[in-house]
């Protein structure tokens, strides 16, 4: 194998790389983007669930009178 062989194969290496290296970035910027979301879904479904118990206890107490 030759000098350019080995160098060629090194600069496709260091391609191959960078190209790793930008699709990790954009999974992690993905995965911190999902991460938000299911925040803000948890934090909605949070609120649904406080607010159909708050009706739940309104429509007991109507019953009660």
Not at 10 to 31: G, P, Q, R, T, Y
Not at 33 to 50: G, Q, T
């Amino acid at each position: 194998m030759s000098i350019q062989e080995l160098e060629q194969k090194i600069d496709d290496l260091i391609e191959v790389c960078d190209s790793l290296e930008k699709k990790h970035a954009v999974l992690e910027a993905d995965k911190d983007s999902w991460r938000e979301e299911r925040k803000r879904l948890l934090e909605k479904n949070e609120m649904a669930k406080n607010k159909v118990e708050a009706m739940i206890m309104r429509l007991k107490s109507l019953d009660q009178d």
